[in-house]
């Protein structure tokens, strides 16, 4: 079965917008555990518009499941991380402002980098996973940095499925299969959904772990928090 990680940054939005505690992040993210969820992914950006760093160190030891935190590794996102300790660090190339995840990073052109990064996470006892397109080149690059799984940028994948175009995920099985071979373990996640994450799962093989936000916070809205995160472990089986 494939592991789902919940992406809180949407209940953290929310809570921001009245400047109080409600709704309560630490409460969220424990009932999401409680609801069968496997994960808690937050993605802290430079100007704390939604998670907090603080937040970061507070759910810190509310999260008994894995704790995934992702983000562009600069000097204050190392030190947090390092701070923190989490499960896992999902390295993603966001810019300065960006309003959510655009692309995946060069490994090739920003190999060196990341080898310096990704081992002082390591030497830590952290678990590191690299934001990637499905090519090929990515992959390979992905795999020199020694980091040990990659997160496949979904958003190419949903567009093309809510089109119709199946054959969207022709890429992504051929990248999964090319880091299968290298060793490399399987994330995703950018976009996914209740409508696609069934078809997504059944045909890439060895995918470990996906972290949805955005789409299942929404569906919650409709559906209730308890129930979506059912309802995609169910389509995860």
Not at 63 to 82: A, K, M, R, S, W
Request: hydrophobic share 40%; charged share 20%.
């Amino acid at each position: 079965m494939t592991k789902l990680s919940v992406n809180i940054n949407k209940i953290a939005t929310l809570r921001n917008a009245r400047g109080g505690n409600v709704p309560d992040l630490l409460k969220v993210a424990t009932d999401i555990q409680n609801f069968g969820g496997q994960g808690i992914t937050i993605h802290p950006r430079p100007d704390e518009r939604h998670i907090r760093y603080q937040d970061a160190r507070d759910l810190k030891p509310i999260v008994y499941t894995e704790y995934n935190i992702e983000g562009n590794p600069q000097h204050n996102f190392i030190d947090l991380v390092l701070e923190c300790k989490p499960t896992q660090v999902t390295l993603v190339p966001d810019a300065i402002g960006a309003i959510t995840s655009s692309a995946g990073w060069d490994t090739v052109k920003n190999q060196a980098y990341l080898i310096e990064v990704i081992q002082e996470f390591q030497r830590n006892g952290i678990r590191t996973s690299i934001f990637v397109d499905p090519i090929n080149e990515m992959i390979e690059g992905a795999k020199k940095t020694g980091a040990d799984r990659i997160e496949l940028y979904t958003e190419a994948f949903a567009h093309q499925y809510s089109l119709g175009n199946k054959n969207g995920i022709d890429p992504y099985v051929k990248a999964a299969e090319l880091a299968n071979e290298l060793g490399l373990g399987i994330n995703a996640g950018h976009d996914l959904s209740l409508d696609n994450i069934q078809f997504f799962k059944q045909n890439i093989p060895g995918l470990l772990e996906v972290s949805i936000g955005h789409a299942l916070i929404s569906e919650a809205l409709y559906l209730g928090l308890d129930n979506v995160v059912n309802m995609y472990l169910n389509k995860l089986k």
